[in-house]
């Protein structure tokens, strides 16, 4: 069963391959005509729509709740009745993802030097937390120590007060 969707290259391998399953999960177990095979050719449908990038009914991303609203099925017909079509789908989508050998040397070394930037970013972050958290701490530390130097100064003031109603009798002048 060679057909030309079969033969794609590129992102369409995956929704060639997802459409000759569905084909062959319809017609070679005998259910042509059943709501199964109306299920699995809506799975599979939407299967190769999202995944050559052209979804009509979701959002577009490679998760099971957009398939399943890609095909108009509630999520739990792929997650309880239909398995394996959902297994497929995730084997699709892994097989999806770039080989990271095929970036340019310059990307990668682009990468590796933001992820030094990154990680000196947050260890000034990280220390500047730090001394944020002293600084608070020296803060209210001073806080307490000028609440007590004002109790004893109001105390100091009160006492110069209550001394100064009694008069200094040993700074008279004496008389000759």
């Known amino acids: 069963m060679n057909t030309p969707a079969a033969d794609?290259?590129?992102p369409r391998d995956g929704a060639a391959l997802a459409q000759l399953v569905g084909e062959a999960?319809?017609?070679?177990?005998?259910?042509?005509?059943?709501?199964?095979?109306?299920?699995?050719?809506?799975?599979?449908?939407?299967?190769v729509r999202?995944?050559?990038?052209?979804?009509?009914?979701?959002d577009g991303k490679l998760t099971i709740v957009?398939?399943?609203?890609?095909s108009g099925l509630?999520?739990?017909k792929l997650t309880h009745k239909h398995t394996g079509l959902k297994d497929l789908f995730y084997a699709l989508v892994k097989a999806r993802t770039p080989v990271p050998e095929a970036l340019p040397d310059s990307v990668r070394v682009r990468a590796a030097k933001q992820q030094q930037d990154l990680a000196r970013i947050r260890a000034e972050r990280d220390d500047l937390r730090r001394q944020a958290q002293l600084l608070a701490r020296i803060v209210h530390v001073l806080e307490i120590e000028n609440g007590k130097l004002k109790e004893t100064n109001a105390a100091l003031e009160q006492q110069v007060a209550a001394d100064a109603s009694v008069p200094d009798?040993?700074?008279?002048?004496r008389q000759p």
């Open 50 to 58: 999202l995944l050559i990038g052209a979804p009509l009914h979701s």
């Open 169 to 173: 009798l040993t700074r008279r002048k």
């Open 8 to 10: 794609a290259t590129g």
């Open 25 to 47: 999960l319809t017609h070679d177990q005998g259910h042509a005509d059943t709501e199964d095979a109306a299920e699995i050719r809506a799975i599979t449908d939407a299967m």
């Open 66 to 70: 957009s398939l399943a609203t890609e």
């Open 74 to 76: 509630r999520r739990n």
